[in-house]
């Protein structure tokens, strides 16, 4: 009898392409069913970021070829010095805000065009839209969501942004025909959109007790990709704050290695595409 040993697959950094910043671990004004974050009981943890520490970050960064900065965490615009780091962001290159999309009101959304046009670098936008079936959409997050975020395309588009979409796939459906979809459902708006702004991701379960093994590596976050939170550096988004996660301090000297043996890194290995940053370069080109 012979025992098959299961060797955990190592997931080495190509290059620094992306740098994800953690506005915020757990204040969110949303607490939807599915995030994989745990939130805790207290209403609004004071876990913001500071700015310092952005600024070293860039500093530390200089030399890395960075096409884009993520505002992450649970949500980056609740950040009382939001304003501030980004602007400090596009100095250096583009900012992509992940956002619930609850404080895109068209006051918001046209102070930012104002910021985007302070210098050369873009605001991309990542929100969060599940379903193009609004009760399904809203019975995944919460009442009202869909309309929400319905609400805030339509200001960002009348101010010449153009929004991506981070799908995750909880009814497990076909992704193309996903798409087709939300295309349809946004044309109906007028409200004209391509394959590029979709982003469809696997759901991850947290609550599930199996343990997937990480087969067949495609494109991952942790490639091209770190995140910067309060405590130090971490591999991805998925395991922020998660010692199994941690690359280090600062970006002085921050691990190039990480071992792909949690559920996240099976969830992403799954998706074969990253989940968390954009294809910028084909985004742009569309």
Known sequence: MTTKLYQVPVCELKELN???????AKNCNQHCKHCYIDFPFSKSPKDFIEIDKVKKALEDTQGENLYCIYFTGAEPMLHPDF???????????????????????EKKVRFLKKVEDEGENEIIFMLPLDHYDEMKNDDIRFRGSYRQVMHAVK???????????????YYK?????LITEFVKVFASQGVQLEDANFQINEFYDKY?????????????????????????VYVCPFLAND???????????YGKKVCLETPYCATCAK???KMFSINYNHFIET
Do not use: W
């Open 155 to 169: 200001n960002l588009v009348k101010y010449d942004f153009n929004p991506i979409f981070s799908v995750t796939n």
């Open 83 to 105: 304003n501030a780091i980004l602007r400090l962001c596009l100095k250096r290159t583009n900012v992509c805000i992940c956002t619930n999309a609850s404080f895109l009101n």
């Open 18 to 24: 992306n740098l994800f910043i953690e506005m915020t």
């Open 173 to 177: 459906e076909n992704k193309k025909a």
């Open 243 to 253: 010692h199994r996660g941690r690359m280090g301090t600062d970006f002085t000297d």
């Open 208 to 232: 599930s007790k199996e343990q997937e093994l990480v087969e067949n590596i495609g494109k991952l976050d942790c490639q091209y990709g770190r995140i910067l939170t309060e405590k130090g």
């Open 271 to 273: 998706n074969k595409e």
